[in-house]
Every structure is written in C-alpha cells, then in structure tokens.
C-alpha cells in the first residue's frame, strides 16, 4: 500500500516515493537545548517519531538524523540578540557546556518517557564546526556569500528560489523587522553563515576560521550536518511551521547553493499546540514539561494520548480538562488490554481469526499511510475494541499492532487479575446444591441456583474438570 504525505514545498498531498528503494533518509530539527523543551515542541517530535514509525510500517527502513543546537541559535530567529546558551549560562550560573549537556540530557529522557525511538544519528552542533566552516567556504566560492565587517552573509538576491517554501516574496521578507536592522546586509533577508566576535564580544564559544574567530549562525548547522550524514538529497525534512519563513527558508538556500540541486523531496511541518491565551513557546513562558505534567497527575502516556488524537497539520488546544478527557480515554484503554490479556489463554488464532485480524490491520494503516490521520486511527482502534462480535484474542492481537506504531506502552500491560471471592458458607452450600443438581440431570434446579448466585453477584463456569470458577458480575 502506498503512503502519502502533505508536501509543503508543493502545498498538496503526494505519494511518497524515496531516492532509494531501500531506505528513506530524514532529517528532524532537533531542540535548542538553552531550556527544557515544553509539551508543544514534544508534540512535533511525537509525530515525527510516528511518521518513521509508519513508514517502517510501510516496509521502509528509516535512517532519522536529528541535530542538537548547542551554539549559534540567537534570541531571535533570525540574527538578531545573544545566543540563547549564553543568557542560560549566565541566567544559572554554570558553563554554557553544563547547560546544553543537562538540557540534552532531560530532552531524551522526556522523548524515552514518551517511548520515542532515538534517531539513528544524534548530531551535536559544536562537534561539526570544520563541517560548517567547509559549507561558508564553498557558499563564498561560489558567488553566494560575502564578507561584511567581520559577517558573513548568504546573499539571497543570488539564490532565485528564495521564499518559494513559504510562498513569500524575497523582498517581503524583513528578517529582524522586529528590531534594529544589520546595516552590515546587502539585503534585509540576507542572512548571517558565520560570525566573528565584532559583533559580540561576550560571546564564550568561539572557533578559529578563514574569516576570524567566532562562531556558525544557527541555520549553516542544518545543512552541514545533513548531508554529511545523509548526502546530497534528502527524503523527508521535518520540523514545525515556524520553521518554514525563516530557518528552513534559509537551509534550502544555502544547502541548494551549495550543492547545485533540489536537495529535499518531501517537507514535513507539524502544527502548533496552543493554550488558550494562543501559541505555546519559550519566549512567552511556556513552562509545561514532562515533569510538570507529572506534578499535575498525569502520565507522559497521557500526554501522548492526547497528542495523536488530533492531526499533525491541526493545531491542537491544551488544557487541563483535555488532558483529563485523554487520561480517562488512555486508562480505558489499558483496561480493555489488560482484560484481554487475562481471557486469552492461547494466542494461536485460527485461519478465519488471521484472516479478518489481517483485515483490521490494513484498515488501521490505510488511515496512517494517507498522512498520518491518527484522529481516524484511534476512532478505528475503538470500533474494533467495543465490538464484543470479535474474539479478545483478535481484539488484543490488533491492539499489540496498534501499539507497534503509536508506542503507547500496551505491550507493558499486565493482565487484569482475577479478583478474590470470598466463599461464605450460603455460597459453598448453594455451590453444593448445584453440583448434585447437575449430577442429577436436574437442569431446572441447577438453573434456579445459577439465578441465586447471580443475584448475589456471582457467576458460575463449568471448567473440564468437573470443577467451577466463580466469576464476579
């Protein structure tokens, strides 16, 4: 079956089909690790993980690059304002190399919570600084970059595609508006490759290169750091969609540039999670982490729920009352697995069984594989497990299919156990009667004092060995 998938370079849902048959190559924007990453950045890594993990189900194999920023992100998007890492270092007194490690360190243990698979290559900034010096030169090479008191710049007005991602006019597009502009620029979208310390002094992670000591803007990372892992074309770019105006804007200049080609077949953005009071980010407070969530009662399994109940394309609202609607839903869940897993006594299902259990699992991924439509997945995954028509050994043999894409930690349920009835001297007597009942072929009073034990609760299962399990109603 084919998967399909949103393309924001085209504006319009495309078969997928990868560079090499064999495996598909795909580069995430990793976090900025200045800060704990809120809820609404784990949302885009949740859906990035659940693309690959789809993908893999299409039969693909999937090798996922993911940089970490530890240098270079400014305060504002674009060049404007002190590195990111710089003001946390001073903000809590450590080295800025303490806090990218424990910020790097608390983001995978989040992602692990949440049962992310860890990319296959994790690349950090500051160790592939030769890497971006090598991209700044070839670009200066090339005609594209220029130096400028002590900058240098990409040049925008040479790279004709510019603003075709967004849809925006390289003219349109007054990087740092918000604040007082680099007169250092030819353009106003132009964009700093490297830095040199005439611009700030304080800055305390600095390189040697052809253009002075300093340091790599934010977006150059991006791009040396893919294609050396991944080569010259890419499958699948994914990051959120305040991404696209600038930072990816800028990657697909400066990477296109340099190599001469389309270097990206497919880019992936996932929506914003907003409160209330509108989009959640750091530079407006955004404080809710994994740990918060936990301090609040829910569990990072809770949270994920919630997430893969809405599309990766739809902005999704998040409150307390939310989360408590997702807990209840994900602990129903959990119950109907662990009730499953206690009534199925042999996992063996029959040919009619495989036959209708295949059915269901292709109607589960068709949902997936037409981009990513988890709002209908999970409406599928409840039909099948309300419906008392199907054995629990199909119903939790789906789940566990379910499970291997979402990662929503069912295969860890364990099954419900069976709770202890106390045998009062009514029940054995009533138990006693039956059992000479039956003996007797007494059907009539054997059926009385079923309806006798039903009323106080119990049921009654005949086992093969002429022994009964009392069973709560």
């Not at 089909?17 to 990453?37: D, H, R």
């Not at 200066?140 to 595609?161: C, R």
């Not at 949902?367 to 419906?387: C, E, R």
């Not at 054997?446 to 039903?454: F, G, T």
Request: hydrophobic share 35%.
């Amino acid at each position: 079956m084919s998967v399909y998938l949103y393309n924001t370079k085209t504006r319009s849902k495309e078969e997928f089909k990868p560079l090499n048959e064999k495996m598909v190559t795909m580069y995430c924007c990793g976090p900025t690790v200045y800060s704990y990453a809120h809820i609404g950045n784990l949302r885009t890594y949740i859906f990035e993980d659940l693309i690959a993990n789809t993908l893999r189900l299409a039969g693909y194999k999937v090798k996922h690059v993911m940089n970490v920023t530890d240098v270079g992100h400014l305060t504002n998007d674009s060049d404007d304002g002190e590195d990111k890492m710089l003001i946390a270092a001073e903000r809590e007194k450590k080295s800025v190399m303490e806090i990218a490690r424990h910020y790097e360190d608390t983001f995978f243990r989040h992602t692990s919570e949440l049962d992310l698979k860890r990319p296959t290559i994790v690349c950090r900034a500051t160790e592939h600084i030769e890497d971006m010096i090598k991209f700044v030169k070839s670009l200066e090479d090339k005609g594209f970059a220029y130096f400028s008191n002590g900058n240098v710049y990409f040049d925008t007005a040479k790279f004709e595609k510019y603003g075709a991602l967004s849809g925006q006019n390289r003219d349109d597009l007054k990087h740092g508006a918000r604040t007082e502009q680099d007169t250092n620029k030819r353009n106003a979208s132009d964009f700093v490759l490297w830095f040199t310390s005439s611009k700030f002094e304080n800055q305390i992670l600095q390189w040697d290169s052809p253009w002075g000591r300093g340091y790599p803007g934010w977006h150059i990372e991006c791009s040396a750091m893919s294609t050396k892992y991944l080569g010259e074309r890419i499958d699948i770019h994914c990051g959120g969609i305040d991404h696209i105006p600038v930072h990816h804007e800028n990657e697909i200049a400066q990477s296109e540039a340099h190599l001469g080609h389309e270097w990206v077949n497919f880019w992936i953005h996932m929506e914003f999670l907003n409160t209330k009071a509108g989009k959640m980010s750091k530079s407006t407070g955004g404080k809710t982490t994994i740990d918060t969530l936990k301090e609040m009662g829910y569990e990072p399994m809770h949270y994920k729920y919630f997430t893969i109940t809405s599309h990766y394309r739809s902005s999704a609202i998040f409150s307390e009352e939310a989360m408590d609607g997702a807990k209840k839903a994900y602990e129903n869940l959990k119950d109907y697995v662990a009730e499953f897993k206690a009534k199925v006594k042999n996992t063996t299902l029959s040919s009619d069984e495989l036959t209708e259990l295949e059915k269901l699992k292709s109607e589960f991924n068709a949902y997936l594989f037409d981009d990513i439509k988890t709002p209908l997945a999970i409406s599928h995954m409840w039909g099948v497990i309300k419906d008392n028509k199907k054995s629990e050994n199909i119903r939790l043999s789906y789940l566990m299919h379910v499970d291997s894409v979402f990662n929503l930690k069912l295969k860890d349920v364990e099954a419900k156990k069976p709770e202890s009835i106390e045998i009062t001297p009514e029940i054995a007597d009533l138990l006693e009667q039956r059992k000479e009942a039956r003996a007797t072929k007494n059907w009539a009073k054997s059926d009385e004092i079923r309806d006798k034990l039903a009323s106080l609760g119990l049921g009654v299962k005949d086992l093969p060995n002429k022994e009964v399990e009392l069973i709560k109603l």
